[in-house]
C-alpha cells in the first residue's frame, strides 16, 4: 500500500465515520474511529514508510479529518 492509497482509505473512513455518527450516534462513531486508528497503525507499518512521510501522512490524515466533518456535519 503506498502512500495516497493509505489516504485516500483514511478519507474514505472519516466519510463514513461522520455518516455512522448521524444516523447511529456518537458511541458508535467512537467505537469505529478507535478502529479506525489502530487499521491506520497497521497501514503505516506496512507500507514502510519513512519518518517524515509518516509524519506528513499524519498531519494530511488530521487535515482530512476536520475538513470532511465539517462539510458533512453542514451537508446533514
Known amino acids: 500500500m503506498g502512500y ?3 489516504v485516500g482509505a483514511r478519507l474514505i473512513v472519516f466519510v463514513s465515520l461522520d455518516f455512522i455518527g448521524y444516523f447511529f450516534g456518537k458511541t458508535a ?4 474511529f478507535a478502529l479506525s486508528i489502530f ?22 490524515d488530521l487535515v482530512f479529518s476536520e475538513i470532511t466533518s465539517f462539510v ?3 451537508i446533514l
Do not use: M, P
Request: proline content about 0%.
Open 4 to 6: 495516497w492509497e493509505l
Open 29 to 32: 462513531q467512537d467505537i469505529g
Open 39 to 60: 487499521l491506520f497503525i497497521l497501514g503505516l507499518l506496512k507500507a514502510e514508510l519513512g519518518f517524515w512521510e509518516v509524519v506528513l501522512t499524519l498531519v494530511v
Open 72 to 74: 458533512v456535519s453542514s
